[in-house]
């Protein structure tokens, strides 16, 4: 797994390689909390993250609620459709705004 942070424009983009799972979540959650504490437009890029489990909704949950507190917003780019229809399933979908690529990301968060 690995977590790289960059800025494009004021935003924070956080892109995640590798799967997301009970071994990785916690470094992902963990980088991508202290990268975002006073942000309030992330954009999450995992078009290269080829598997998501619950540890990783989890992670994904706990930043959502993080940027929330601040009416923030986050933006996932290059979701896999197998990934979707996890989320899809769990409800997870709806918090999240989607986008194929990061400059639709950067649209779309505003």
């Not at 690995?2 to 004021?10: A, C, G, L, M, R």
């Not at 923030?72 to 918090?95: A, H, P, Y």
């Amino acid at each position: 797994m690995n977590v790289t942070i960059k800025k494009v424009n004021d935003i924070t983009v956080i892109e995640a390689e590798g799967n997301i799972d009970s071994r990785t979540a916690g470094e992902f959650e963990k980088k991508a909390v202290e990268a975002t504490t006073d942000e309030d437009k992330i954009i999450i890029d995992l078009s290269k993250v080829e598997f998501l489990s619950s540890a990783g909704l989890r992670a994904l949950l706990i930043l959502y609620r993080q940027v929330k507190a601040r009416n923030g917003k986050i933006v996932l780019v290059g979701v896999s459709e197998e990934i979707q229809d996890v989320m899809e399933n769990t409800g997870f979908i709806n918090f999240f705004i989607l986008a194929d690529q990061i400059d639709d990301g950067v649209k779309a968060i505003g």
